[in-house]
């Protein structure tokens, strides 16, 4: 049985462009709707479709924070995040 676990993510429009956060228990599933933009929001109007960054949790609690303390953060911060699991 497979069991889902919340995830972190960051999306991108492209290298050093516009990001997006988010967090859902079916990164597969998530990544598809963005790559096809079928939600509307932020993600969709901004062509955030290139999945940079993930992080697994054990636990919803921890995903928000984790969420919440990075959009707190710099932008900076974010990209040194996503470059030091994702260099490409």
């Known amino acids: ?3 889902k676990k919340p995830i972190f993510y960051i999306m991108a429009n492209k290298k050093n462009g516009t990001l997006y956060t988010g967090i ?4 597969v599933k998530r990544a598809y709707e963005h790559k096809n933009s079928v939600i509307k929001g932020f993600a ?3 062509d955030c479709n290139i999945l940079v960054f993930y992080e697994a949790h054990e636990a919803m ?15 900076k911060k974010k990209l040194e995040l996503i ?3 994702n260099p490409d």
């Open 61 to 75: 609690e921890p995903a928000i924070f984790r969420e919440k303390q990075i959009k707190a953060g710099s932008r």
């Open 24 to 27: 859902t228990s079916d990164l």
């Open 1 to 3: 049985m497979f069991v």
């Open 83 to 85: 470059e030091d699991m």
């Open 44 to 46: 969709k109007k901004y």
